[in-house]
């Protein structure tokens, strides 16, 4: 008999589980489908909500194009046809200034390319200014060389011949001598000697 008790009580502690068990899985499922419909009245109340604001921006967009269409047909209205020809010729002459500025821009950017081109040909110029003139000073200083390597040279005959005609007449000689002074100046000094000494040397420029 207690056997068959123990037995009796395991059984039905083992049904109410089992009972209890599909209730919780029950009220479980419950739940989840609750918080899925929550979920999608809060997802349906949030689209109402979007559709409002929707609603309510495209009412003020209609607003503002109707009164953009009044100020646009005011506007036709205060313009008559003098001001809308005064506005033409306006833009006309805009137009013509516009070309006008763009051919003074032209020949100011041809006068600047002279100008640059002028200067070019100034700096040349001056260049060519310093060559001429430093070929200028190279020529006196080589030609004051020449004309006194030549001087030296040919002096020498030029004095030797005339002091042969002098040997026939008086008892003195005649020397030459070029040099040039402190002053780059080119200078020819003569001297006379005979039998009582050099005389005082004479100097032509």
Not at 54 to 66: F, M, Q, V
């Amino acid at each position: 008999m207690k056997q068959s008790f123990y037995y009796t009580d395991y059984k039905l502690i083992t049904a109410q589980k089992t009972v209890f068990d599909q209730l919780t899985q029950q009220l479980q499922n419950i739940q989840n489908a609750d918080r899925e419909l929550a979920k999608k009245i809060q997802e349906q109340q949030e689209k109402a909500i979007k559709i409002v604001q929707h609603e309510e921006k495209k009412k003020n967009l209609t607003e503002s194009i109707k009164i953009l269409e009044n100020k646009i047909e005011s506007a036709k209205k205060m313009v008559d046809t003098p001001t809308m020809n005064t506005l033409s010729d306006t833009l006309k002459n805009t137009q013509i200034l516009l070309t006008t500025l763009a051919k003074i821009q032209q020949y100011i950017d041809r006068i600047n390319d002279l100008v640059a081109q002028h200067k070019d040909e100034q700096w040349a110029i001056k260049k060519l200014e310093e060559r001429e003139k430093l070929l200028t000073d190279l020529y006196r200083i080589f030609s004051k060389e020449i004309m006194i390597k030549v001087l030296e040279d040919a002096l020498p005959f030029f004095a030797e011949y005339i002091n042969n005609l002098l040997a026939k007449m008086v008892d003195f000689t005649i020397h030459f001598l070029p040099k040039k002074t402190a002053t780059d100046k080119l200078e020819l000094e003569i001297s006379i000697r005979d039998g009582h000494g050099e005389r005082p040397a004479k100097s032509l420029s």
